[in-house]
């Protein structure tokens, strides 16, 4: 929460009750180390968190939300995801977790 100001990387929501801290590389393909890194997480709201986690959302290095063909663009737009890029700048230490998760979990 902290390292984002307590709001949503895309939309900029800040109820906390509501935010989710979303592992970047999955926990189970993470090891120790890799599950308590704040810089293997973003923090979203929950239609980006659920479309992230199921890989119909990623993000590239310079915060472009990229859109998986799986699903249509009317229903990203039904389920709230509107925004094609992040509102603050990734740090360096997101990078790697992004490639894993770019290459591993997102469905072109």
Not at 53 to 65: L, M, P
Not at 95 to 100: H, M, N
Request: hydrophobic share 35%; proline share 4%; charged share 20%.
């Amino acid at each position: 929460m902290a390292l984002y100001g307590g709001r949503c990387l895309v939309t900029g929501f800040g109820e906390k009750g509501l935010l989710r801290a979303s592992h970047v590389k999955p926990w189970s393909d993470s090891n120790n180390l890799e599950r308590l890194d704040p810089y293997n997480g973003l923090l979203l709201s929950p239609s980006y968190d659920a479309a992230f986690d199921a890989g119909y959302i990623t993000f590239e290095n310079d915060g472009t939300i990229q859109f998986s063909s799986q699903l249509s663009k009317e229903a990203f737009e039904s389920i709230g995801i509107l925004s094609n890029c992040l509102r603050q700048k990734l740090d360096a230490r997101h990078l790697a977790y992004l490639d894993y998760h770019r290459k591993t979990v997102f469905l072109p």
